[in-house]
């Protein structure tokens, strides 16, 4: 079992910039990607980023493509998703998550074993 705990969230205003965090509880597969997603109130599951743990190799949704940047520590299990030129839009839970069994980037949330609890961004207009 693997707990992923979250940090970072909060209340910016339009422009602002958050850093998130998710500390891993053990040491991270070589296989394993985590990423980034999010969920507004009465919206699905949001893909935001991800990163594969041993290549560095990213991958972001078009919405954040140039704004948000996922990074990783692989001394600290723990992976960073900075998030610069925040937007209203922007507002939701973030949630971290975990994949050890695909050996590819994938944007699906049921492919992913691990969450973390959520972190609330919201951002003010």
């Known amino acids: 079992q693997v707990q992923l705990l979250e940090s970072g969230g909060g209340l910016v205003q339009a422009g602002d910039s958050l850093r998130l965090s998710c500390a891993a509880s053990?040491?991270?597969?070589?296989?394993?990607?985590m990423a980034w997603f999010r969920q507004a109130p009465g919206n699905e599951r949001e893909f935001v980023a991800a990163?594969?743990?041993?290549?560095?190799?990213?991958y972001y949704a078009d919405s954040v493509k140039d704004r948000f940047t996922i990074s990783r520590d692989t001394a600290e299990n723990t992976v960073y998703l900075q998030m610069n030129s925040l937007q209203p839009e922007d507002t939701a839970v973030y949630y971290c998550?975990?994949?050890?069994?695909?050996?590819?980037?994938?944007?699906?949330?049921?492919?992913?074993?691990?969450w973390g609890q959520g972190t609330q961004v919201t951002v003010s207009s």
């Open positions: 998550a975990l994949d050890l069994l695909n050996w590819r980037i994938s944007p699906r949330p049921d492919e992913y074993e691990y």
């Open positions: 990163i594969r743990w041993n290549t560095g190799s990213t």
């Open positions: 053990r040491r991270t597969s070589n296989t394993a990607t």
